[in-house]
């Protein structure tokens, strides 16, 4: 490690008499403490930061942003000597520590600062494992600018840069602050005239905001029913995340109720059965589900009349996100460690406003991300960063949660900041998609469908139709073979042969559809196929814009989305454990698979249990029983009625266009046997 840091210290080919001034400050975090992902502490090497030497034993190093608790030392380096440190005090502004080493650092020159005006600036940073510095000239109020909303002049600088006089005396240092500007001219602060608080008082500062969040953070577990196997969607059937029926959350208590950011779905909150919160003493209480969003992942809760003591909620800070320019910023970050959330608070700055998509306006927090390869700081904006970030009171002046949509098919959405007054109304019950509730089980399978079936768009097909700019690169758009009448389709004049591009909502950027596989073993097109489950995701009553192509042109037309009338994965049913068999009604597309009018009889075979009587006999999945024991058939509770406490049945069967006559032996009635138990219990 040692020849490592020895090459980092290594200037570039610029002039500079401050080179012996300038030594490394090495911030080793500790392993396996600092929560996800740290994958510093794990490849044992520190964070790097030029530390300017303002006596032998004293550096100045711009805020690294990280608390006493998550590190295992400090050190400051220079040439072969290395020693250990620690923070002494904090500065406000800029945005720095002091770090006190043990002992003098041997060799090291400190800065002499002077008042004076700059003629020069030396920029420190990084280039892969080397530490160089640039020199440039300064002009007069450079970096100055003006906000055009509030009329406040700023001067943005540059980080670790180290300010000189024409006789070449330091006169300041900049370390990439946004800082205001006064009487029309930045005035240029003597380090030694920088304002400062002891290490600790500024810890105890950090831990009353953790302790204000973690008074109004709690963890809870959400309980969702477990699905019905033979309802359970035709993707879902084979997945292992299908049968994972509790979600852990963190709550946070703002105002008078609870918001829950989950990745919670419309399926999934249909089968909530409750969400219960464990407070700081050990007490735990069911939350009362309020609604969830409708464009964003996050459910609403409010908290029982008996344990609202429990909880002491976070307030939203008043005002425009210009009043917060300037002002201190606390930016905090949750995790759920071992059940417990457990927040760290970090300070900041607010510098300016960010326009978020809606034209809303946040306060902007500059925050710095740090690469783990080379420990260079680049800016980056805090919703990457932090849950959220509170102002000096330590109320909520910016929010972050992720969208429930994304352009995206491959990946989540990123947290975005939301402005408080969208927050203060989703609190408020507005925003909330009702039809994102729980309900009974029969009223679960709320499908929304666009009412359309279609094949790939294929390149063959492409040539065909003249429509080979619609072919994507890794996947084809669904082209529409039908649309049934009075559907969502139909009513927004979708026709066959035309292309499905993509689709949005609000101000979100477009998503690319694709017809994707269909997971079902049915002979005719499944409803419940990937067009119709993404447009699910927008509930019912949710208006999208539909983009198409038609004749080689492009069109757009507004879809309002419906629920999708009964169907084949979500039609009544009936099982028969003594057969082994279960049955459906037959829905819409199976008649029009089978050219059956609505008068027809019969009842779909839904599954079959191997090796039982229905399985020896040759049943299978997908073929018709139209009669039973030369009667016909009309509905699976027709079908139940028929063949309860009978020994001796013969089916009709239908065969795609093939009808055969099927005896089954049935001993002994396990339906009959299943009720005596149940009776007996």
């Not at 001796?648 to 065969?655: K, W």
Request: aromatic content about 8%.
């Amino acid at each position: 490690m040692t020849s490592t840091i020895a090459a980092v210290l290594i200037a570039a080919a610029v002039p500079s008499d401050k080179l012996s001034s300038v030594a490394l400050a090495a911030y080793w975090y500790k392993k396996d403490e600092r929560g996800r992902g740290d994958e510093i502490s794990e490849q044992a090497k520190p964070r790097r930061f030029p530390a300017f030497a303002i006596s032998e034993d004293t550096f100045l190093v711009r805020d690294p942003m990280v608390r006493a608790r998550h590190l295992d030392r400090i050190e400051i380096v220079f040439g072969e000597d290395r020693v250990p440190a620690a923070e002494s005090e904090r500065i406000a502004s800029p945005e720095a520590v002091v770090l006190k080493a043990e002992r003098p650092v041997k060799g090291i020159a400190p800065l002499e600062f002077r008042a004076g005006e700059p003629a020069e600036k030396e920029v420190w940073s990084w280039m892969g494992d080397t530490l160089v510095v640039k020199s440039s000239g300064v002009g007069t109020n450079e970096g100055v600018c003006v906000s055009a909303s509030t009329g406040r002049a700023f001067r943005q600088g540059a980080s670790n840069a180290l300010y000189v006089d024409k006789e070449r005396n330091p006169v300041w240092l900049d370390f990439g602050e946004r800082d205001e500007v006064v009487d029309g001219k930045f005035a240029y602060v003597l380090p030694s005239e920088w304002k400062r608080i002891p290490a600790d008082a500024f810890e105890k500062s950090a831990a009353a905001i953790e302790r204000k969040v973690a008074d109004a953070t709690f963890p809870i577990l959400i309980r969702l029913d477990s699905e019905d196997k033979d309802n359970r969607r035709s993707y879902r059937r084979y997945s292992d995340d299908a049968a994972k029926n509790e979600v852990d959350a963190i709550g946070y208590a703002i105002g008078g109720r609870v918001i829950v950011p989950c990745k919670l779905g419309g399926e999934e909150i249909s089968r909530l059965a409750k969400a219960e919160a464990t407070f700081a003493d050990g007490s735990r209480t069911n939350l009362v589900f309020a609604g969830a969003l409708a464009e964003w992942n996050a459910v609403i809760f409010d908290v029982p009349d008996a344990f609202k003591g429990k909880v002491k909620p976070l307030e939203i800070a008043p005002g425009a996100a210009e009043d917060f320019d300037n002002g201190v910023a606390w930016l905090v970050s949750v995790e759920d460690e071992n059940g417990s959330p457990v927040a760290t608070a970090v300070r900041s700055r607010f510098d300016g406003v960010d326009l978020v998509r809606g034209a809303g306006l946040v306060p902007s927090v500059s925050t710095v991300k740090v690469d783990d390869d080379d420990g260079f700081r680049r800016p980056s904006s805090s919703s990457t960063t932090t849950g959220f970030v509170l102002d000096a009171e330590g109320r909520i002046a910016v929010f972050s949660l992720a969208r429930r949509f994304t352009s995206s098919r491959w990946s989540d959405a990123d947290p975005e900041n939301i402005t408080t007054a969208d927050l203060a109304r989703f609190l408020a019950g507005e925003g909330v998609n009702p039809e994102f509730a729980p309900r009974r089980e029969e009223d679960r399978n709320r499908l929304v469908w666009l009412g359309v079936e279609s094949i790939e768009l294929t390149s063959a097909l492409a040539r065909e139709k003249k429509a080979q700019s619609f072919v994507k690169k890794y996947s084809e758009p669904p082209y529409v073979t039908e649309v049934y009448p009075g559907s969502p389709a139909d009513k927004a004049g979708i026709k066959p042969g035309d292309i499905l591009v993509a689709i949005r909502i609000g101000s979100e950027a477009e998503r690319e559809l694709e017809q994707g596989s269909d997971y079902s073993r049915s002979l005719w097109p499944s409803v419940e196929n990937s067009i119709n489950m993404l447009f699910t995701k927008f509930g019912v009553g949710a208006k999208v814009t539909l983009v198409y192509a038609r004749d080689g042109q492009r069109h757009e037309t507004l879809v309002a989305l419906e629920a999708a009338p009964v169907h084949f994965e979500n039609a009544p049913k009936a099982r028969n454990r003594s057969l082994g068999i279960v049955v459906r009604d037959m829905t819409f597309e199976v008649r029009k698979f089978f050219k059956f009018d609505d008068k027809e009889p019969g009842v779909v075979i839904s599954k079959v249990k191997p090796g039982s009587p229905a399985n020896v006999a040759g049943l299978s999945t997908c073929e018709l029983v139209t009669e039973v024991n030369g009667e016909k058939v009309f509905g699976a509770k027709d079908f139940a009625a028929k063949v309860k406490g009978k020994k001796d049945l013969v089916f009709a069967v239908r065969h795609l266009a093939q009808t055969r006559m099927v005896k089954i032996h049935v001993e002994p009635d396990a339906d009959a046997k299943k009720d005596k138990g149940d009776k007996a219990k």
